[in-house]
């Protein structure tokens, strides 16, 4: 099992019982180009990463089948949806509600202005991606969050600004 480098990529150091699929300069470029637009046609990916549509198509459904792609879907304002208000709530649940951890998050990840969760290694479990109507809205979740009986406390930060950046490729 060799260390695999790649243009597009970085260094990678081999993985035993590795399950991911094996991705190539070709598969980079496709999976760069949709990041961008996961709306643009076929012909023109094909045209952009230099393979016939009908290559550019299977190798696509290939990312897609294998889980690489995990789906295609709206980035979506929240302000433009009356939710201009974001935060990040780290929450900490107690020791003794760690057997409760994925009743916690399927608990709270439909709730309104919840956008994403995730479980974290470190001092907190969870951190919250909220888009908040108002001050309120926020208020009123991180009180909801801090009265319930697994949780041990919340730290809530504001987001002033939020770039994306390119995915780890």
Do not use: C, W
């Not at 780290?90 to 399927?106: C, D, G, K, M, P």
Request: hydrophobic share 45%; net charge negative; glycine share 6%.
């Amino acid at each position: 099992m060799e260390a695999e480098y790649s243009l597009i990529g970085a260094y990678r150091p081999p993985v035993p019982n590795d399950r991911r699929p094996v991705l190539d300069d070709v598969d980079r470029k496709l999976l760069l180009v949709l990041q961008r637009d996961g709306r643009v046609s076929n012909a023109a990916l094909a045209q952009e990463v230099g393979l016939a549509p009908s290559t550019v198509h299977t190798r696509v459904r290939r990312l897609v089948d294998t889980g690489v792609v995990r789906g295609f879907f709206a980035d979506v304002d929240p302000a433009a949806v009356g939710r201009p208000l974001r935060a990040m709530i780290s929450v900490t649940l107690r020791s003794t509600a760690r057997h409760r951890i994925r009743q916690f998050v399927e608990s709270v990840i439909d709730l309104p202005p919840v956008i994403d969760a995730y479980f974290l290694a470190g001092g907190d479990d969870y951190l919250l991606h909220i888009a908040a109507i108002d001050t309120d809205d926020l208020r009123h979740l991180v009180e909801y969050l801090s009265a319930r009986e697994e949780v041990a406390g919340t730290n809530t930060s504001l987001v002033f600004e939020h770039v994306r950046g390119s995915a780890p490729l």
